[in-house]
Nanobody, 116 residues
Framework: QVQLVESGGGLVQPGGSLRLSCAAS????????MGWYRQAPGKQRELVAV???????NYADSVKGRFTISRDNAKNTVYLQMNSLKPEDTAVYSC??????????WGQGTQVTVSS
């Protein structure tokens, strides 16, 4: 059974930082591309950042220079370090795992709220 469990969300003031974690089980983590997506109220889900099995990364333009995605294959965990947070970063952040055979799995999401 595949499980992706996110943690680390919460309420933070503008300019603050949060680190999200996504712990995976039931998959061959090291060969999967891992990604973080977000969905704000009334908006479509959008890609935030992705990291391949080889460690290549890609970011949405809106978060470049502020967010960093990383992975620890020994812990089957992917991280999203978020710095200089803005109110427009407020959303539910979800973890995604995509394997070489086209299977895609999602976590339940974690709420990030940026507000003073």
């Amino acid at each position: 059974q595949v499980q992706l469990v996110e943690s680390g969300g919460g309420l933070v003031q503008p300019g603050g930082s949060l680190r999200l974690s996504c712990a995976a089980s039931g998959i061959i983590f090291s060969i999967n591309t891992m990604g973080w997506y977000r969905q704000a109220p009334g908006k479509q889900r959008e890609l935030v950042a992705v990291i391949t099995s080889g460690g290549s990364t890609n970011y949405a333009d809106s978060v470049k220079g502020r967010f960093t995605i990383s992975r620890d294959n020994a812990k089957n965990t992917v991280y999203l370090q978020m710095n200089s947070l803005k109110p427009e970063d407020t959303a539910v952040y979800s973890c995604n795992s995509h394997d070489p055979w086209g299977h895609s799995y999602w976590g339940q999401g974690t709420q990030v709220t940026v507000s003073s």
